[in-house]
Every structure is written in structure tokens, then in C-alpha cells.
């Protein structure tokens, strides 16, 4: 499927479809995004900055990305706009174009997900090893509903909160068969 105007949101992070992503927001730009989605019920693309920053000037970002949808807001008590948002699914950037308010609007293709897989029993120590990090977590992660016994979410749930470098991640989330991220996440933890 394809979606002709999707505002994006370079971030230095990774979201992977299923995570949950706290955002703080105050730049205009952002908070007209935030409103907008909000009003007309629709989501946004969260997308690693390959050159940029976050705040200021337009960031050049990864041409992979996640749909992200608005799970809550709330005013937090600094005075910024918190967020909190859901990955839905991956998608490739077709084309984009800066507005003259700096806001990045993509055209996208969403990416076909993978099956559901069970979890193979050899990777049973990577999903114990979620489960306890979960557990040390706080909301809105820690509040996630456990899908151990899938392949596919144990594999995107590591990958985003192990402390991996962002590009290693962007890797992860662009390789779309569970089985691979597995192998190279269990690899990654053995060395």
C-alpha cells in the first residue's frame, strides 16, 4: 500500500513495529504535526537521521522507517507536549520534500510484514532475557503486552532497547525476516 503525504519524524532512535516510543515535543513544526494526526486520526513516519539533528534545520533521514501511531499525550510538567507512540509497520520512503515550515512529508510504500513465527527453542535465552528487561523497565515498555513465543517481536523488542549503536538498529529494522535478526542479535550478545 502505498501513502502519498506522511509527515515524518527523524529522530536518533529506532522504532520497530509492536515498540512503544516516549517523545517530548516542542518545536512548532512537530506540534502542528501532533495536532493534525490527532485531529484527522492518522499516524506519522518515525525515521533514523542518517546527517542532522533533531531540532533546527530539516535532518536528512533513512528511507526506512516505521508508521507511528499516537497511543496518549499529555502536557508534561516542563510544558511540552508528551507523546507516546506505537510502531506499526515499516515502510521505504518513495519521495519527500521539506515545507517551507520544515516539516519533512513523505511518499511512502508500506512494507509487507513477515508471518507470525514461533519462537525456535534455541533463541528461548533471548526471550528470558526480554522478559527480565522488561521487567526493569518502566511504562509505557514495561506495560507491553509479551509476545515471547513470537520470533518477530522478541527480535524487534531487543533490537530496541539493547543499547546498540542507532545504524546497527536501522540495520535490524530493515531486515524484514525474523529468523535473520534473531541470528544476529544472539551473535551480537555472545561476543
Not at 502505498?2 to 509492536?18: A, C, E, Q, R, Y
Not at 510504500?109 to 522488561?134: I, S, T
Not at 506495560?143 to 545504524?167: C, F, I, K, M, N
Amino acid at each position: 500500500m502505498k501513502i502519498d503525504s506522511l509527515p515524518l519524524f527523524p529522530l536518533h532512535t529506532v522504532l520497530f513495529p509492536g515498540g512503544v516510543l516516549p517523545l517530548r515535543i516542542f518545536e512548532c513544526r512537530y506540534l502542528d504535526m501532533v495536532s493534525d494526526c490527532l485531529r484527522n486520526n492518522h499516524g506519522f513516519g518515525v525515521c533514523l537521521i542518517r546527517a542532522g539533528r533533531e531540532a533546527g534545520a530539516a535532518a536528512e533521514s533513512f528511507d526506512v522507517g516505521t508508521l507511528a501511531t499516537i497511543q496518549d499525550w499529555d502536557k508534561s510538567p516542563d510544558g511540552l507536549l508528551a507523546i507516546t507512540v506505537r510502531g506499526e509497520q515499516r515502510f521505504r520512503v518513495v519521495s519527500r520534500e521539506v515545507r517551507s515550515d520544515l516539516l519533512t512529508v513523505a511518499q511512502v510504500v508500506l512494507l509487507e510484514e513477515p508471518p507470525a513465527q514461533r519462537l525456535p527453542v534455541e533463541y528461548a535465552p533471548l526471550a528470558r532475557l526480554l522478559d527480565r528487561l522488561l521487567d526493569d523497565l518502566d511504562p509505557p515498555f514495561r506495560d507491553l503486552p509479551r509476545v515471547l513465543d513470537d520470533s518477530d517481536w522478541v527480535g524487534a523488542r531487543l533490537a530496541e532497547l539493547l543499547p546498540l549503536d542507532p545504524l546497527d538498529k536501522q540495520v535490524l529494522l530493515e531486515q524484514g525476516e525474523p529468523m535473520t535478526r534473531l541470528a544476529k542479535l544472539a551473535e551480537r550478545l555472545r561476543g
